[in-house]
């Protein structure tokens, strides 16, 4: 069975553009996580997906945003970058409907922000 | 909301000695303690989790405890060897879809 995918894995980009990154979880997960891991910060919540609905999200401003697509695929959208958004972004799938259960992270996404 | 304190950050101990990361947690909702380590340049790997009906998990030379009075729970590690070296998270989840995670301890196995 294939993990978590995150595309792509490494990104450079400016202050004040935006950026999108994958998610593709392991077949069969409906549920779909995101962090950002910062050192000294371990992992912050910024939103988990089910079904293509957003059931949580952390306390991060409105520029961070996301998506579930039918596939179960997701993507997260950062507009207007700030040097502070430089970061590992990580992804987990599981297959939790309502239950708590593992989670299966991906190899992540590092954002440098310029 | 949820908060989640680690402690240590980082951990320095011999080969063979045990190694004991400690987490506290704030909501009594709190149900499920899992533990996950991440190596360099991977995504976190679950290892033992607990839940809240449970009071002690063993798994091999890993072990996990919970107190929910105190609000707190335990990784031990025992016979530590080089590849433990790694960063592990404690996490909680109290069944809002939501997993908060501690700051992560840097544990060092030397050789």
């Known amino acids: 069975k294939a993990g978590v995918t995150q595309t792509p894995r490494y990104l450079i980009k400016t202050r004040g553009q935006q950026v999108t990154l994958s998610c593709s979880p392991i077949?069969?997960?409906?549920?779909v996580s995101w962090y950002q891991q910062t050192p000294g910060q371990g992992l912050q919540f910024l939103f988990e997906?089910?079904?293509?609905?957003?059931?949580n999200k952390g306390n991060f401003p409105g520029r961070f945003s996301g998506r579930q697509f039918s596939n179960s695929r997701s993507e997260m959208n950062v507009s207007t970058l700030e040097l502070g958004d430089s970061a590992l972004y990580l992804c987990?799938?599981?297959?939790?409907?309502?239950?708590?259960?593992?989670?299966?992270f991906g190899q992540g996404t590092r954002l440098t922000v310029v | 909301g949820e908060n989640v304190e680690q402690h240590p950050s980082t951990l320095s101990v011999q080969e063979g000695d045990s190694a004991v990361i400690k987490c506290t947690y704030s909501d009594s909702a709190s149900n499920y303690f899992p533990w996950y380590k991440q190596e360099l340049g991977k995504g976190p790997q679950l290892i033992i989790d607990?839940?809240?009906?449970?009071g002690e998990k063993k798994d091999q030379r890993i072990a996990v405890t919970l107190n929910k009075t105190a609000k707190h729970f335990s990784l031990h590690i025992t016979e530590t060897q080089p590849e433990d070296s790694a960063v592990y998270f404690c996490a909680v989840d109290t069944g809002g879809f939501k997993t908060i995670f501690g700051a992560g301890t840097r544990l060092f196995v030397k050789a």
């Open positions: 997906y089910f079904s293509e609905t957003q059931r």
């Open positions: 607990i839940r809240s009906n449970v």
């Open positions: 077949s069969g997960h409906r549920s």
């Open positions: 987990a799938s599981s297959d939790r409907t309502g239950g708590n259960t593992e989670a299966f």
